[in-house]
């Protein structure tokens, strides 16, 4: 229907409808709608086509935004559940629709006079995204990187833009000039993608080395004011490790610093070496140290050979706190800004985010395996016993040694069937 009256020879009545949908409908929409039939124009509205019309946004696509957030809470609960029922191909449109708008927004910044009219626009619209991101990650409708806004990067001073986000989340308040703005795009990460999440991640660790090194600067003063200045403390966090003994070293140091300290700029000084740590030297720590926990001899971890790919071992001949090493190592290397060669699956990023790992995290870490698992449930036949003959266990090698292993309680003794699989 719409699609018609967009046609030119209903031009007249198309305006009037734009002219009602402006200034009377949108405008007067209820924060609590008198029936759930009369929610259904939120999933209407957005199919009119000069919605997707950028010369509109700012009297149809945002207002109705706006009209959205100011829902109560029973109604927003079952427009995100239509949301969450609607085909892909729909929901899609929608998340393009206010990406487009935020786009739009940031661009047209200064063209809006009134600071007031863009921060509750865009904030209306990230809002309404953020709604849209939370149905999807039960819905599953399109991928998590459809909400990326690749622009952004070019847009907006990401950096600044962390510091405004990174001051309003410590309460703490600056000058009216820095925080002039206050919507920070930070605070809707699902918008952005690696490049600027790396900026991102840049900049969290440059703060944080300032604020940790400015704490052991303060106190350095306070403790040279009571005297005593042999507890000054480094505005660094200074390493001192034998190449003969780099693991047991590392353990040591690392675990006498507290996590202030750990955030400061590493040093690393090699024992007997005078080299001036310019990076260099941390650089080759990294590489050494992480190359020699990797070492099959401590049998930490799994390398999948048909995927390059590592994983934890359950054969290990270390002690845990050793995995917890390298966990600050990788840490460390982040923030000091230094490229680590540790080639993890996604699962293991899922798990860090408590997502469940799925079937298509064992392809990627182990595509043989993954296969063969597809296979046994793509399989047709009704005979699955018989034909493949295996119970819920796993048979591991490790060093030249077979062991069966159950994958659930007493997984020997139960038969993969079909109302199993």
């Not at 935020?102 to 809006?112: I, R």
């Not at 990460?189 to 440059?206: N, R, V, Y």
């Not at 007997?272 to 720590?285: R, S, Y």
Request: hydrophobic share 40%; charged share 20%; glycine share 4%.
């Amino acid at each position: 229907m719409f699609n018609k009256l967009m046609a030119s020879q209903h031009s007249t009545l198309r305006d009037q409808i734009l002219k009602s949908f402006e200034s009377f409908l949108i405008p007067q929409l209820p924060s609590s709608p008198p029936d759930v039939e009369a929610m259904r124009i939120y999933l209407i509205l957005p199919e009119f086509p000069l919605f997707q019309d950028s010369k509109y946004y700012v009297t149809l696509t945002l207002p109705l935004a706006t009209a959205i957030q100011r829902l109560e809470k029973n109604p927003s609960k079952v427009l995100e559940n239509w949301w969450s029922q609607v085909c892909p191909e729909y929901f899609l449109r929608l998340v393009d629709l206010y990406k487009d708008a935020v786009v739009y927004l940031l661009n047209g910044k200064k063209t809006l006079q009134i600071p007031v009219l863009y921060s509750s626009y865009i904030t209306a619209a990230l809002k309404l995204l953020e709604k849209l991101h939370k149905v999807n990650q039960k819905a599953n409708h399109i991928e998590y990187d459809k909400f990326y806004i690749p622009e952004i990067s070019n847009l907006i001073d990401i950096q600044e833009d962390y510091l405004m986000w990174f001051l309003h989340q410590a309460k703490v308040k600056a000058r009216p000039s820095i925080m002039q703005d206050s919507v920070t795009l930070c605070s809707y990460p699902f918008i952005f993608d690696a490049q600027a999440k790396t900026k991102m991640l840049q900049t969290d660790a440059k703060l944080q080395m300032q604020v940790a090194i400015s704490g052991a600067n303060l106190q350095n003063v306070f403790m040279f004011l009571t005297l005593e200045p042999l507890l000054a403390r480094s505005p660094f966090l200074v390493l001192h490790v034998r190449r003969s003994n780099l693991v047991g070293d590392a353990l040591r140091e690392l675990s006498i610093h507290s996590d202030v300290d750990l955030k400061k700029p590493l040093k690393v000084i090699f024992d007997g070496e005078e080299a001036v740590d310019a990076g260099g030297v941390t650089k080759e720590f990294f590489l050494l140290l992480l190359k020699e926990l990797l070492n099959p001899i401590y049998g930490m971890f799994t390398c999948y050979s048909d995927s390059n790919l590592l994983w934890f071992s359950d054969t290990c001949f270390v002690e845990h706190n050793w995995f917890h090493l390298i966990g600050i190592i990788c840490g460390l290397a982040i923030y000091n800004f230094t490229v680590v060669d540790l080639h993890f699956p996604l699962a293991l990023y899922k798990k860090l985010l408590n997502v469940k790992p799925d079937l298509d995290d064992l392809k990627e870490l182990s595509p043989l395996e993954g296969r063969s698992l597809q296979e046994l449930l793509d399989y047709p036949g009704e005979d699955i016993e018989e034909t493949f003959c295996l119970s819920f266990t796993i048979c591991k090698e490790s060093y030249g040694v077979v062991e069966q292993k159950n994958l659930v309680p007493d997984g020997d003794k139960i038969p993969v069937q079909n109302n199993n699989r």
